[in-house]
């Protein structure tokens, strides 16, 4: 089993950046995928981003393609989102996941184990 923390949200003006970062613990980190997801206020919590256990895969909701950047490092245990040109439509909760699966996971439901969340609040 492992403990998500994730840490790095805050209030940001439209076009600005934030860097959000996801600590694991409480097992070995490289044995996870990790995803990011989002859930704003009265919506679904949706996919934002995944990487792949060794980090050389990825994927991004369209919605984000070309913004985010997800990375993670396996030494440190941890998995990070690098948000740049933010956009009011990106405040939301976003929270880290991972998943024990072999396959790289953009479902909310496959992935395993769930941080509690940081707030990411854009203003325009």
């Known amino acids: 089993q492992v403990q998500l923390v994730e840490s790095g949200g805050g209030l940001v003006q439209a076009g600005g950046s934030l860097r959000l970062s996801c600590a694991a613990s409480?097992?070995?980190?490289?044995?996870?995928?990790m995803g990011w997801f989002r859930q704003a206020p009265g919506k679904e919590r949706d996919f934002v981003a995944a990487i792949s256990k060794n980090g050389v895969t990825t994927a991004y909701a369209d919605s984000v393609k070309g913004r985010f950047t997800i990375s993670r490092d396996n030494g440190k245990n941890t998995v990070s989102l690098q948000m740049n040109s933010l956009k009011p439509e990106d405040t939301a909760v976003y929270y880290c996941?991972?998943?024990?699966?072999?396959?790289?996971?953009?479902?909310?439901?496959?992935?395993?184990?769930w941080g509690q969340g940081t707030q990411v609040t854009v203003s325009s």
């Open positions: 409480g097992s070995t980190f490289s044995r996870y995928s």
């Open positions: 996941a991972a998943d024990v699966g072999r396959s790289l996971r953009t479902v909310e439901y496959e992935y395993d184990y």
